[in-house]
């Protein structure tokens, strides 16, 4: 037990993928925490598990999962699907026992596992996502010398895989991403309120305790409400 | 508050939030004040998020031919800039 977390492995589509979780073993609430994608996962995971250790002060067990192809997963993202990803999430929640979803940013397009409700901390589209990691290619390819457009690669994308920040996105999975949509149904939330400042927006990764108690604040009150 | 100082104002905000910079070193701003390259904070990677979040904010669509270095080279630049974007 490090600093009040355990690391576990959980059956994603694909393979096992690490989970860390917080708080009570038999906890009657227990959250499992979609994280976002890609750089923000980065600029965030800190503040999640800050958000997951508070929560489990209150008695709540919190459970963060990588994805398939993100953070310490042994995948490439050439073997990603947002339909793996969907499923893991599924998976991970049948796993635990989970009780509620938690997404933040883009992790809201994957959130919709039959059953359980969902919070969603700034839910971020799929195209904006596609957005963000199009723009920064661009960016660095200016540096580089090179001029290129979004409209460039996305033209590339139909045909090849595209490399942006590093990753190698398989024709599909860049469509599939470029159309996901955080879906809307009744049991599903957007958290309301002030977070504090956006950090998933900083180039550098930093931490929020302020926001971390905010989230957590919010998620007991939300959690307690939507028992099922 | 008239249009333009709700825009100065959300501008302002934008740069703090995406940046990271304190608000007094925003409200200090004005329209000849240095940006890109001059505040450390602000480098080629804040740019993909500014430009993704200012469409967010002021549901506006900005095009790749159309971000070039001057509209982050001043406040003013970048003022400018958004004020065209967001009458037009």
């Known amino acids: 037990m490090t600093g009040g977390f355990r690391y576990d492995g959980y059956p994603a589509s694909g393979g096992v993928e690490l989970i860390v979780h917080a708080g009570p073993v038999d906890a009657e609430r227990r959250i499992l925490f979609v994280p976002p994608l890609f750089e923000e996962l980065n600029r965030l995971r800190r503040t999640m598990m800050l958000t997951m250790r508070r929560l489990a002060a209150r008695g709540i067990a919190g459970f963060l999962i990588d994805l398939p192809g993100q953070n310490e997963s042994p995948l490439d993202l050439g073997a990603v699907t947002i339909e793996g990803w969907r499923e893991s999430v599924t998976l991970a929640a049948r796993n635990i026992n989970a009780t509620h979803v938690a997404s933040i940013r883009a992790g809201a397009n994957i959130d919709d596992t039959p059953g359980l409700p969902a919070w969603r901390l700034a839910p971020l589209s799929g195209a904006k996502q596609m957005n963000l990691l199009l723009r920064a290619q661009v960016a660095a390819d200016k540096q580089n010398g090179l001029s290129r457009t979004r409209e460039d690669y996305r033209a590339m994308a139909r045909g090849e895989a595209v490399i942006l920040g590093g990753k190698t996105f398989s024709p599909a999975f860049f469509s599939q991403l470029s159309e996901a949509e955080p879906l809307a149904r009744e049991d599903i939330v957007t958290g309301e309120g002030d977070f504090g400042p956006p950090l998933w927006l900083r180039t550098e990764p930093g931490e929020s305790a302020d926001m971390a108690e905010k989230m957590a604040t919010a998620l007991d009150q939300w959690s307690r409400q939507t028992m099922p | ?88």
């Open chain 2, 1 to 88: 508050m008239s249009d333009r100082d709700d825009l100065d104002a959300r501008l302002r905000k934008l740069l703090a939030d995406v940046l990271g910079i304190e608000d007094g070193q925003v409200a200090a701003f004005d329209r000849d004040t240095e940006l890109f390259g001059a505040i450390p904070e602000f480098d080629s990677m804040s740019i993909a998020g500014l430009l993704t979040e200012m469409e967010d904010r002021f549901d506006i669509e900005i095009d790749d031919d159309e971000v070039d270095g001057e509209i982050f080279e001043t406040y003013g630049n970048f003022y400018d800039f958004a004020d065209q974007k967001v009458d037009g």
